[in-house]
């Protein structure tokens, strides 16, 4: 039998500063600075004041491994993401029509 | 443990050239990396192919590699065992947080596959909490209305007592409460990475995302839909029964509607407060086949009607 578990909203997102946020994922400093330069993921004010939430870091992480295991420019990152975030929902969109149209096939007998 | 030939997994010959591995691993990657790849099992063998290009891209563990290889690298069973007395070189170590999740047989060769370390004495345990792991989840309009039970598939880093890396799949019913937006962030306590030594089990974090629907559209908290009527039922008016995320409701459309017409249901949108609108946009439409009865009928009323929709045109 499949436990079904609860979940808890998030009411408050998490944040991490530049510091706490290559401490933990093993990102540079300045491969994060890179990133933000080039509006790959949001932050305001100066570097003290930067906080990044776990969208950020999760784009980051994505960022720095297509950077690491695929050689992708730095500067080319921001194309790059958009681009995968643009095929991913146009997958989605797919498969979500291909089902419809699976329904409606078998609803016309 | 299976001797691993790192030069098939490449597709490359033995004598392949440094640059001609190189250029054989990039167009792999580039197929199976797991961050763009949608194949099946690309995680699975974007690892093999990157333990593959650690060792051949370096010189001195290639040359090791391929002494084992030249030796015949299997015990009498037919698996492989590192010939007695076997020591490599050149010992693999990862920076810190960039441990790759290795073969045994990466292991058996050139060491353990991380930065961690055994520990020394039987009461020197390693205490390490596990990470939180984050995914998403795309849910329908009416799913995140309704709430929902989802299965949500998710791979969570687990590490053994040395602090070894491997990934499993895990599988976990989760139950989406009504109401949940998009862009909401959804924790399942302990979900995540695996403790070591007692430490503290991640979480699993989920970010709600809205899959596009076929019929609605969202613009804040109100969502639209499009009706179509045909041109004898936007001109008499009629009623139509459409669905919303509540219930079907029934509407009229009032006699001479026109396409890109609104009609307002207050609070049938997306719950909040105040709550959403539900607005039906009305668009005419033509039937896709008329028959020679139907045409007759059209050449009368434009006989009858003799007005223009153009303002250019001369009016009657």
Known sequence: MTTLFTVEQNGEELWWSLQELSNSSALQPEFIVQCVELGLVDASGVQTQWRFNSDGRFRLQKAWRLHRDLEVQVSALPLVLQLLDELGELRQEAAYLRKRLQHWEQSQG | ?316
């Not at chain 2, 058996?108 to 991380?114: I, L, P």
């Not at chain 2, 499009?226 to 029934?250: D, N, S």
Request: net charge neutral; proline share 7%.
């Open chain 2, 1 to 316: 443990m299976e001797f691993k030939d790192y030069y098939k997994i490449l597709g490359v010959e033995p004598k392949a050239t440094a640059e001609e591995i190189k250029k054989a691993y990039k167009k792999l990657a580039r197929r199976y990396h797991p961050d763009v790849s949608k194949e099946k099992d690309a995680e699975q063998k974007f690892k093999e192919m990157a333990e593959a290009y650690e060792v051949l891209k370096d010189d001195g563990k290639r040359h090791e590699y391929d002494q084992l290889k030249a030796s015949g690298g299997m015990g009498g069973s037919g698996q492989f065992r590192p010939p007695p007395g076997w020591e490599s070189a050149t010992h693999y170590s990862a920076a810190p947080g960039e441990q790759k999740d290795f073969s045994d047989f990466f292991e058996a060769m050139f060491g353990r596959k991380g930065g961690f370390h055994r520990p020394q004495g039987a009461g020197d345990q390693m205490r390490m909490d596990g990470e939180d792991v984050h995914g998403e989840l795309a849910l329908l309009l009416e799913e995140l209305h309704q709430g929902c039970e989802q299965t949500v598939q998710i791979q969570v880093p687990q590490a053994d007592e040395y602090g070894l890396v491997t990934h499993q799949i895990k599988k976990l019913r989760v139950k989406v409460p009504a109401g949940t937006a998009e862009g909401a962030v959804l924790r399942i306590k302990g979900q995540g990475g695996a403790a070591i030594g007692g430490g503290t089990a991640g979480d699993l974090l989920l970010k709600i995302k809205l899959a596009p629907h076929p019929l609605f559209t969202v613009d804040g908290k109100d969502v639209a839909l499009v009706v179509p009527v045909l041109p004898w039922e936007a001109a008499l008016g009629c009623k139509v029964t459409i669905p919303t995320l509540q219930h079907p409701t029934r509407v009229s459309i009032p006699p001479g509607s026109q396409t890109g017409q609104k009609l307002r249901l207050a609070g049938l949108g997306l719950p909040g407060t105040p709550k959403g609108d539900f607005h039906v946009i009305v668009k005419v439409v033509m039937p896709d086949l008329i028959n020679e009865a139907a045409k007759a009928l059209y050449q009368q009323l434009a006989e009858q009607e003799g007005h223009s929709p153009r303002p250019w045109e001369k009016q009657p």
